[in-house]
């Protein structure tokens, strides 16, 4: 499985100044090159290649990797999206591969610069050891807030997927961002307190709409968006790991139109657009993949209104956001581990027989029939 593993460099200050300039001048060589492509209708690497190489080279002063590197930058660009001209940021990925950047045991690295090479130091994090021969294809040296980090894409290996004889369910949501058949809850009141503190915050800085504002305002955005992804990995850490210990599969909900779908106050509502439920998806994904978990996706429509134990489906059973009552059978319980139960019997039951966990392949189901699809799972994924 690939994966895209942030490692953090730490230059001196005069080998940050000489990262910069490399990198400013060889986005606005992808500028030129981009300029020349969207006027000549012209997007092939091989063909831009021919055409500016030299004129790169001497125009700029880039390296012969660095000008073959920009060049590839601007193609692989065109390759998503051809109605308009592609412009890059100064301070945009320098794209590198193992002739402008290489490393130098485990915590140094050897970066082309315009000046010449810089030995700079590196930090790799700590749920991670690269090992060199797993590296795969170019890697991008980027700016973040005045920091340098390293995206690397590696081949980690991957479990023996297993065969379950059990499935955890796991319901979406705002009040619980999480929730499984087993009854664990990831409560959202933290993240709720988090995003009433950063829109409190954002409100006071757009209505003075000075320079230091808008600055301020970008700093916290940063803020925010590493506070989800650290809950998002915490909470898909927790799930996969209780499947593993276990030996169950994992069944999720099938995401589309969560937004429209969720019954909750108007407040509870605009938390919705502001979690990454996608991402906490895609983690939960990469790290059951990882670990040999298989994933099923099934459709959720009804789960938080059908009993887990009769499978009777009403809007009445669903008394409040937090509490579920069975009109027909009384089953009662908190309303998102009835919904999460729900999940995990239609992938049970839901899946072509050849792909039901084995104690469930002669099965039947009480509720309303639903489709259930087997997880397929993306070949890249990132982690920073």
């Keep these: 499985m690939l994966i895209t593993v942030r490692i953090k460099v730490c230059p001196t200050g005069d080998q940050a100044r000489s990262i910069i300039a490399t990198m400013e001048r060889f986005n606005t060589a992808c500028d030129a090159i981009s300029e020349t492509a969207w006027l000549n209708r012209t997007f092939g690497k091989y063909t831009l290649q021919t055409i500016l190489y030299r004129d790169i080279r001497s125009d700029f002063g880039l390296s012969a990797q660095m000008a073959v590197r920009a060049i590839a930058k601007v193609a692989e660009s065109y390759l998503a999206d051809r109605s308009v001209q592609h412009t890059f940021e100064p301070d945009g990925a320098l794209v590198c591969d193992q002739r402008l950047l290489s490393f130098k045991g485990s915590d140094r690295v050897s970066i082309l610069t315009l000046d010449g090479r810089i030995v700079a130091p590196i930090i790799v994090p700590d749920y991670r050891d690269i090992d060199r021969a797993k590296i795969k294809g170019q890697m991008d040296l980027v700016s973040v807030r005045s920091e340098f980090y390293l995206m690397v894409v590696v081949d980690v290996p991957e479990e023996p997927m297993i065969e379950p004889d059990e499935v955890i369910g796991v319901d979406m949501g705002i009040v619980n961002l999480a929730a499984t058949s087993d009854g664990e809850t990831f409560s959202g009141d933290r993240c709720t307190t988090v995003r009433k503190k950063f829109a409190a915050i954002k409100a006071k800085l757009q209505r003075a709409a000075t320079w230091d504002a808008k600055k301020h305002l970008k700093r916290l955005s940063g803020r925010e968006r590493r506070f989800k992804r650290d809950m998002n990995h915490i909470i898909s850490k927790k799930i996969v790991g209780t499947a593993k210990d276990t030996a169950r599969g994992i069944a999720l909900e099938i995401l589309n139109g969560i937004g429209a779908r969720i019954s909750v106050t108007k407040a509870q509502r605009l938390a919705i657009g502001k ?110």
């Design 275 to 384: 979690w990454a439920f996608f991402e906490l998806g895609t983690f939960i994904r990469y790290k059951a993949q990882e670990a040999g978990i298989p994933i099923y996706f099934v459709d959720p429509a009804y789960t938080s209104q059908q009993c887990s134990v009769c499978g009777y489906t009403s809007t009445d059973n669903r008394k409040s956001q937090a509490e579920f009552l069975c009109v027909q059978c009384g089953h009662h319980e908190n309303a998102d581990s009835n919904a999460a139960k729900n999940i995990a019997g239609r992938a049970d039951v839901n899946q072509p027989i050849a792909l039901r966990p084995p104690s469930k392949r002669c099965g039947s189901w009480k509720g309303k029939p639903t489709t259930g699809v087997m997880g397929i799972m993306p070949t890249t994924f990132s982690r920073g």
